[in-house]
């Protein structure tokens, strides 16, 4: 895309129609050159101002409710979960599975589908995960300067739990970004601030072409779509 | 005063249920123009909510309100539902909208979106020739794209970009004497 080809575009890129390959180059353009980016502005704020112009539509009976119930679902408790002492020596027979799952797809390191059975305990939604996570999972160990952790994937990939450990806070203006990688290149998971001792965070569904997981130091108020800041953290190439 | 994402922005996890429910309503209205279907909305509006959820603590109050980048969010997941119903997007579109990065500074524009009213907006878009207005209206509300636009209208791609760069920045002109009326 040349410059002249931006210009025609900006009007699509204010009101969010590019598809993110588009938008993507456009941003390239506009980093570079401060009179496109001055050309852009008065069609970001007039589509600013229209997000002002939506007409009233009522909420279907219920709606409220489910919508809330729908997203608490689909969310794992917005704080970091401490990780409580470890879970008592007698086995149910879902540890013994899904210790022996986690064993069979992919174990790089055990000793941290103890600590999934340990955070599983700990939850209020313990079962549901447990039935979900119990048949098999997928265990990707992450590493990097000082920090140790892992991923452990549904094998539906539809959620997946985060664990790390000796991750320092974040520093001023920077949050932690996890990405997974692959065909489709890189795609933002989850942002999290770090935990002077362990983290765990559960994470939304994830591609099922994945070949990596990444964790990154990103600014506060980066676009978030792709990967800027230095990466801390993988899973093995 | 503090407001529910604030809260929820530096850490406040009992906020963010506030904020569901602070937003529902304006994000069910945002998604259901794109959509026009109920429960596809609340479907979308789920979505937002859990993307908000993800990238929350990238909002740059600098750049933009949060009710307009919580909307944005919105309806950019309603696009998204629209238009992997329609099998025509294999990616998502942006998670979050990330025009707000590129967007400078500009605290004035601020104070005059925070004093516009739907009522104002809507009298601002009227006062647009109507077939800027059309255009607009199926671009932003419904998230049509222009190549889409002009297949419905019978008229050249280009003729549809060209409306809606007058309309754009004729809207904002409309709107800048409220700005220049704040400006000391």
Known sequence: MNREQALELLPDYSLGLLDPAEAAEIERLLAADPALRAELQPFLQAAEALAHGYGDAPLPAGAADRIAAGVRARLQPPAPIPFPAPAPAARTPWRAIALASAAAVLVLAVGLAAALIAYLDARDDADSLRAQLASRAIELPLSGDGARGAVFVSTDFSFAILRIVGLPEAPEGHHYQIWSEGPYGARSAADFQGANGELIVRLPSLPRDMTRMFVTLEPDGAPGDRPQGPEVMTSPR | ?184
């Not at chain 2, 503090?2 to 998604?31: N, W």
């Not at chain 2, 992997?84 to 990616?91: G, H, Q, T, V, W």
């Not at chain 2, 109507?130 to 019978?154: H, M």
């Open chain 2, 1 to 184: 005063m503090t407001t529910h994402f604030e809260r929820f922005r530096a850490g406040d996890a009992a906020a963010f249920d506030a904020l569901v429910a602070e937003y529902t309503g304006p994000a069910f209205a945002a998604a259901v123009q794109v959509l026009r279907d109920p429960a596809l909305a609340e479907e979308a509006v789920q979505d937002a909510f859990v993307r908000l959820w993800q990238r929350g603590r990238q909002f740059d109050p600098s750049r933009g309100s949060e009710r307009s980048w919580i909307l944005a969010i919105a309806r950019n997941a309603a696009i998204d539902l629209l238009r992997k119903r329609a099998r025509a997007l294999e990616r998502s579109i942006d998670d979050a909208p990330s025009v707000y990065a590129v967007r400078d500074p500009d605290d004035t524009w601020q104070t005059v979106l925070a004093s516009l009213t739907g009522e104002r907006l809507r009298q601002a878009l009227e006062e647009l020739p109507a077939e800027q207005q059309d255009v607009i209206v199926r671009a932003y509300y419904q998230g049509q794209r222009p190549v889409d636009i002009a297949r419905e209208l019978g008229l050249p791609e280009g003729t549809v970009r060209s409306r809606l760069r007058l309309a754009l920045a004729k809207l904002r002109d409309t709107l800048a004497p409220v700005r220049e009326a704040l400006e000391p």
